[in-house]
């Protein structure tokens, strides 16, 4: 009897079902879509993608829902045109009874702007991919020079990783330069003239706690104008080159010997009546050389006369 009525009761269920397919099926629903909402997924950091940015997206594309039917629009179409953007890395779309069309986004988030020589800038994101260069301008460190992917890999993300989640060095570093023999250089934003020799990304941390040492030690005594170049790379050690124009030179002290006063000399012959106008040998030649020296500085002086 139970199992009588278990059967019944599936085949109520069955019918109902089928009954509410087909007279369903086939229904536009009426509701129209009025509007959007966008949703990031990494909201904490801030990116280029915003929400007016993705409805643009939309519009380009023509796909803007709003003032659609619900059951008109095209959830996959949407989520691939979104995701044809490089600095978006996924799209979930999914529709409200309300009429609401929801996107959550997720960002691809740039860390480092790269420009090699002789190609294409382009950036780069936490995972070291690139993203296109499109028409968003960001406060990016600029890396340059000779660079090919592997290195950026190898190093210039793990440079970027650092610096953004470090604000003190993310602000004062604006550019790296990339050396043919595959070491760093660093600019700063107080001192662009000064050169800072990295190395490569080796003990990273350990390189820029020397280097703030020397910023907050040494620079606040003489100044950064003092030094042309700066050097980290070597092992618990910062390396400091003068900058040759700022460099004070040292005081020495006239080599030329003193002149004899003429006027001390007079006063010591009328002091000595006995001596007569007759002057000894050693006035004559001492009268001699005061005389030479009126003439040009840059002439020898003249020789005492002979026999005096």
């Known amino acids: 009897m139970k199992t009588l009525f278990k059967l019944l009761l599936i085949a109520v269920l069955a019918g109902y079902l089928i009954y509410a397919f087909i007279h ?68 979930e779309c ?83 330069y990339v050396r043919p023999d595959r070491k760093m250089d660093l600019y700063t934003r107080v001192a662009s003239d000064v050169v800072i020799h990295f190395g ?32 980290v790379e070597f092992f618990n050690q910062v390396v400091a080159e003068r900058d040759p124009r700022f460099v004070k030179p040292e005081k020495k002290l006239p080599s030329v010997a003193p002149r004899v006063d003429s006027t001390a000399q007079q006063a010591a012959g009328t002091a000595n009546p006995g001596a007569g106008t007759k002057a000894t040998p050693a006035a004559a030649a001492n009268t001699a050389g005061t005389n030479a020296t009126k003439g040009t500085a840059d002439k020898p002086a003249a020789a005492a006369p002979a026999g005096n």
């Open 24 to 91: 369903t099926t086939g229904k536009e629903d009426p509701t129209v879509c009025t509007g959007v909402q966008v949703t990031f997924t990494d909201s904490v950091h801030s990116g280029f993608i915003t929400t007016d940015e993705v409805c643009r997206l939309l519009k380009v594309a023509q796909l803007d829902p709003v003032g659609l039917l619900m059951d008109s629009i095209d959830g996959q179409k949407i989520v691939n045109a979104l995701e044809a953007n490089s600095f978006i890395k996924s799209v």
């Open 94 to 176: 999914y529709k409200s009874p309300s009429g609401i069309v929801n996107l959550n986004v997720t960002q691809r988030l740039p860390i480092l702007r790269v420009m090699p020589e002789g190609r294409n800038a382009y950036y780069i994101d936490e995972d070291g991919l690139k993203m296109k260069e499109q028409q968003y301008n960001a406060n990016l460190v600029v890396a340059s020079g000779h660079i090919d992917t592997a290195y950026v890999r190898q190093h210039l993300v793990k440079m970027a990783k650092f610096l953004r989640t470090n604000p003190f060095w993310d602000d004062l570093i604006t550019q790296i």
């Open 200 to 231: 490569n990304s080796d003990s990273i941390a350990r390189k820029f706690e020397h280097l703030r040492a020397f910023y907050e030690k040494v620079i606040p005594k003489v100044g950064w104008n003092t030094y042309k170049s700066v050097s």
